[in-house]
């Protein structure tokens, strides 16, 4: 058994938890986290192995996505909109994999994927889980009547959270204009 982990909580409205990237806690979300706060709830704390109230180190991803999900539910804010910055990226990852009742959309800020040379079995056991979920999804789903049916998961997490959102071949989401699309002339 694991100790529960302590979360700070601001704002009102649509619960969206902030996981926080290797060795930060709930302070290192600063200015994003107070702009948040004004349009949604909040919800930071410190991951395992890097927080004063649980210092033993998560064995792996699975524990990190456990207490997320331990947070929310004792939060009541299942699902929720779930941003996760670099390793808090990957644990938010999990917590989708692991739990996908739990997550309604996942916005991930520079994701720390990059470790492929440390690839674990965990890791790879919920790579192929999340293939086998999607795989599920697009079976069961009724097929699009257009490709403009509506907006993306990306467009209506990043709109959700008071970001502009546009679409051309992937989804871009930014808090400040995005660029025209009208292409600049040739010189």
Partial sequence: MHTELPYEERGS?????????????????GEFGEL???????IAYGRRGFSGAAPEEAEDMRVHAEDARSILER???LPAEVVGWSGG???????AVENPTAVRSLL???PSVHGMWAITAS???MTIRAQLAKLRVA????????????PSPMTASGRALGMRCRRSGATVCST??????RSSPTR
């Avoid at 409205?13 to 979300?29: I, K, N, Q, R």
């Avoid at 990226?89 to 917590?95: D, I, N």
């Avoid at 400040?176 to 699309?181: A, G, I, W």
């Fill in 13 to 29: 409205g649509e619960p969206v938890p902030l996981v926080p990237g290797t060795a930060f806690g709930p302070a290192s979300w």
């Fill in 36 to 42: 948040l706060a004004r349009r949604r709830r909040a």
């Fill in 75 to 77: 939060a009541q804010a």
């Fill in 89 to 95: 990226g990957l644990a938010a990852l999990a917590l």
């Fill in 108 to 110: 991930l800020i520079e």
């Fill in 123 to 125: 890791a790879i056991w």
């Fill in 139 to 150: 079976v069961s789903a009724p097929p699009p009547t257009s490709p403009t049916a509506g």
């Fill in 176 to 181: 400040t204009p995005l660029p025209s699309r």
